[in-house]
């Protein structure tokens, strides 16, 4: 019942971020990982089902994906709203979808390495190497993000979203090691609890 209502929440949300989206090549290109990620998630169900957390923080991850897609990072209307209410220079929603790409892959990340057995004795090690992880993978994205805008030229302005910002590329890693702390540190204890029903 629940993967009815997970796969139902997913198709709602990316229909409605497809339609009209603010610039077709942004939208598919902030889109493309939520669509790789449903399409494994579909795979791996039955093979490798994760708990019911995770499954909810990837939904949660993929709506900040597709949101971002409809109206672009830079363009989204509460975070424009709060910019002017509190007087801010740009409109700072890809910092949530920066702190989302930590806080999500930190529970993916020791969801399987508890699961694997990869890592075995302290939690300090775990938590170092998650971190680790997730600091690759920010970096990585980062470099697709440059990879893009040297294919696309000018129109990859709305995909990387900097917002003139001149340390952009190194805030946003900053918020995925902020995100993957914070799951640490806040769903640990409640994903140990469901990796032992798993």
């Not at 999500?104 to 075995?120: D, F, G, N």
Request: no cysteine; hydrophobic share 55%; glycine share 6%.
């Amino acid at each position: 019942m629940m993967k009815y209502l997970w796969l139902s929440l997913f198709f709602v949300v990316l229909l409605w971020s497809g339609v009209n989206p603010k610039d077709q090549f942004t939208w598919f290109l902030e889109v493309a990982p939520a669509l790789i990620g449903v399409v494994l998630i579909v795979v791996t169900y039955k093979k490798f089902p994760l708990t019911p957390l995770l499954y909810t923080l990837i939904l949660i991850h993929m709506i900040i994906l597709m949101v971002g897609g409809h109206y672009t990072y830079a363009e989204v209307p509460l975070f424009d709203t709060i910019k002017e209410i509190f007087n801010q220079t740009r409109n700072n929603y890809d910092k949530v979808g920066h702190l989302a790409q930590g806080f999500v892959p930190a529970i993916l990340a020791r969801e399987i390495l508890i699961r694997k057995e990869v890592v075995s004795g302290s939690k300090l090690w775990l938590n170092y190497i998650i971190l680790s992880i997730i600091l690759a993978f920010s970096a990585f994205y980062e470099l697709v993000e440059w990879w893009v805008a040297l294919a696309s030229g000018e129109d990859a302005e709305a995909f990387l979203g900097t917002q003139g910002y001149v340390w952009d590329t190194q805030s946003d890693m900053g918020w995925a090691l902020m995100g993957g702390i914070l799951a640490l540190v806040l769903l640990s204890r409640l994903h140990d609890r469901q990796l032992s029903r798993v």
